[in-house]
């Protein structure tokens, strides 16, 4: 688990798509003149997750090559150039942000203090995503596995997720001790409210399939949203597949206390653990263990390990219906 998967994705070229139109960096806007919802796709929240910034500079192409909004406005921002250009495939983690990351710092506190070169970014980009009536947030994982949907606890994102249709699991989880995400700031995570979420994880990092999901949830989201007629968008973005089936409704997200956080043996995403009491990982001296018979480990990585970081979400399976 501790040696990355071969990076296999190539890079971008994001050169055409730096300046934005917008006066702010990587940002665009497109506005069809009719009413409609207002949808935001956000890409490289994280640095080193390429395959969001492929299928947000190939939407960006092809819509300077004449694709027509039908309703409503989009937005599409590469959200962390600045960690992007650090990008080395030899050591992609170290890209995922300059200081810090930017999917923590969705607090007023944390946009209004500046500190960082990530919370200035988020500062800049906020006025840009806050209205948006539907976001999705393209993102990839530390190791293989298939796609998750990440909807957050309320219900109209697991909704959202549905009605989507893409592929792979739904997870229902509260987020980041840590700082809050993106997809559950303001709007997005007002209970009483109507604007829609999701955070896609489109596979790991350097698979080129992540790039494909990618494509896949770009298509749906736009097709789905109608802002964009199916016919406009390139056929093979759509990926003909099941619709996810299970939520997996997170129950508890494990963070590592110390550096001497350990796994007690090499678990894959997604990994079923039958029985409750399963001795999963050490951390400080003390054995970390399934709370519950039947239980999912969701994202299991050090990759990032820190004192504070989630190394895993423990999760039970729902159908969805
Ligand atoms: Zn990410």
């Not at 921002?77 to 890209?95: E, G, K, V, Y």
């Not at 070169?117 to 298939?146: I, K, N, T, Y």
């Not at 796609?147 to 997720?161: D, H, I, S, V, Y």
């Not at 550096?259 to 001795?279: I, N």
Request: net charge negative; with cysteine; hydrophobic share 40%.
């Amino acid at each position: 688990m501790n040696t990355p998967p071969e990076f296999a994705l190539a890079l971008p070229d994001l050169a055409r798509w730096r300046a934005g139109n917008t006066g702010v960096d990587g940002v665009w806007r497109f506005e069809s003149g009719q009413a409609g919802p207002r949808v935001a796709i956000t890409a490289l929240i994280h640095g080193n997750e390429v395959c969001g910034a492929w299928a947000a500079s190939e939407l960006l192409a092809w819509l300077h090559d004449g694709v027509s909004l039908l309703r409503g406005e989009l937005t599409v921002a590469l959200c962390n150039l600045q960690a992007f250009d650090r990008f080395d495939p030899q050591q992609a983690d170290a890209s995922r942000f300059v200081e810090e990351d930017l999917n923590r710092q969705w607090s007023v506190e944390r946009l209004a203090s500046g500190s960082t070169v990530e919370r200035r970014r988020a500062a800049e980009l906020l006025p840009w995503l806050q209205d948006a009536d539907a976001l999705v947030d393209l993102h990839s994982m530390h190791e293989q596995g298939s796609a998750l949907l990440m909807a957050g606890p309320l219900a109209r994102n697991t909704e959202f997720a549905r009605e989507l249709g893409i592929g792979g699991h739904v997870v229902v989880d509260a987020g980041h001790a840590d700082g809050t995400r993106l997809r559950d700031f303001g709007r997005f995570g007002d209970p009483e409210g109507s604007a829609r979420s999701l955070l896609i994880e489109c596979g790991y990092h350097g698979d080129p399939a992540s790039r494909r999901v990618a494509h896949d949830a770009v298509y749906r989201l736009l097709t789905s949203t109608g802002l964009v007629s199916p016919s406009s968008l390139p056929a093979g973005w759509r990926l003909d597949q099941a619709r996810a089936k299970w939520a997996l409704v997170v129950t508890d997200a494990v963070v590592a206390q110390s550096m001497s956080f350990r796994f007690a043996r090499c678990f894959e995403d997604l990994e079923c653990l039958p029985t409750r009491g399963t001795v999963i990982a050490h951390d400080q001296g003390e054995a970390i263990v399934t709370p519950y018979d039947s239980c999912v480990l969701v994202m299991p990585s050090l990759r990032q390990l820190r004192p504070g970081v989630t190394v895993v979400r423990f999760a039970r399976r729902k159908e969805l219906r």
